[in-house]
């Protein structure tokens, strides 16, 4: 260790393969260099993707080992030179390609942005990027009063967040959800439609003016009823599918954009958006919080957090 590295525990693996590759392992985080900072973790949002790269099948391929977790928040405890927005003891979140599930997580500044009051940093940890692409890609649509928008998967965690800024938006939003989520979706302003087999013909009974734009995060079923209901192949988004494959559009996440992050958050902080916590797990029980992820049934974000 170096004098002014820190030791840092962190999630990582050195094969693919299901949850049982995942290990914590003693690390160390370095001093933050120019325009970073050093963040001590307080939480991590879970993401499909990964375990989509964890398994091996995913057309990301990051070289092993691999460190896991890609969005987090936590609280500034050291700055690097060129710094002058953030301090230290500022509580913060964000996203990073890799790593974010560690003690220590060093990021640059540009993609972190403060927690307001009242938000908890567990919800905070699932805004970078669960909800930084259910914005970016509601944002791509352009959408108008008067539309109609079915969004698949939406109690999960992007798709929560992209039904509930179109209803803020005041437009008419249907989501595909398991009927454990309806009530949820019903409190939120969405109308609840049940996924799996016969969704055309129950789009078409919810919607029989027809609907105007899809934003889809569970794949093929979605789109495909889409299509087959007459939505314009580029009123149609998909982040779970090969949209190539359909025609269709594929806007996920841009780069991430403090501004988007600063405005999730307020909506959090006025009880605009809310984001479920569907399960936590001390980083120590990282395996159990991904096997509760893959299983596929929830609301909100898993959420793991500092043992
Ligand atoms: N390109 C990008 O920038 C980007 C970014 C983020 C995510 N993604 C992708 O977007 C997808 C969604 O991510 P996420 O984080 O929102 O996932 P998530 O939170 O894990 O999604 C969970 C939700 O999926 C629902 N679901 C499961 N099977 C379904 C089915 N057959 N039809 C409809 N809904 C179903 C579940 O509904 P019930 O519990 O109600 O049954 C659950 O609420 C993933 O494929 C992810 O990789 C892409």
Redesign the pocket.
């Known amino acids: 260790m170096t004098a002014s590295s820190l030791p840092s525990r962190a999630v990582r693996y050195h094969e693919f393969g299901g949850p049982e590759v995942l290990l914590i392992e003693q690390l160390e985080a370095a001093p933050p260099g120019e325009g970073e900072v050093r963040v001590r973790f307080a939480a991590g949002g879970l993401?499909?993707?990964d375990w989509?790269i964890r398994s091996g099948r995913s057309r990301i391929q990051l070289p092993l080992p691999v460190a896991v977790g890609r969005e987090f928040s936590g609280v500034v405890e050291a700055v690097g030179p060129g710094v002058d927005d953030l301090s230290v003891g500022d509580a913060v979140f964000g996203s990073i390609p890799q790593g974010a599930f560690a003690d220590l997580v060093v990021a640059p500044a540009s993609v972190v942005a403060r927690v307001p009051e009242g938000v908890p940093l567990e919800v905070a940890a699932g805004l970078a990027?669960?909800g930084q692409?259910a914005w970016d890609a509601l944002e791509s649509q352009h959408l108008q009063q008067g539309d109609v928008i079915v969004v698949?998967?939406a109690?999960?965690?992007?798709?929560g967040m992209l039904c509930q800024l179109a209803v803020a938006r005041g437009l008419r939003v249907i989501g595909?959800?398991?009927p454990?989520?309806h009530g949820w979706l019903r409190s939120r302003g969405i109308e609840p439609v049940l996924?799996?087999e016969g969704l055309h013909e129950r789009l078409a009974a919810a919607a029989p003016e027809g609907i105007t734009a899809v934003f889809d995060?569970?794949g093929a079923?979605t789109i495909e009823a889409a299509l087959a209901f007459g939505v314009p192949a580029d009123r149609i988004n998909t982040?779970?599918a090969d949209a190539s494959a359909y025609g269709v559009r594929n806007v996920?996440?841009g780069a991430v954009h403090p501004p988007t992050l600063d405005a999730l958050a307020a909506l959090v902080a006025d009880g605009t958006l809310d984001v479920p916590i569907a399960a936590t797990y001390p980083l120590s029980e990282v395996r159990a919080a991904f096997e509760f992820?893959e299983a596929?049934?929830?609301?909100g974000k898993v959420v793991v957090t500092a043992d």
């Open positions: 993401n499909p993707v989509k990027l669960a692409t698949s998967a109690a999960g965690g992007v798709g595909t959800a398991g454990a989520n996924y799996g995060q569970a079923e982040i779970a996920g996440r992820l596929g049934r929830l609301r």
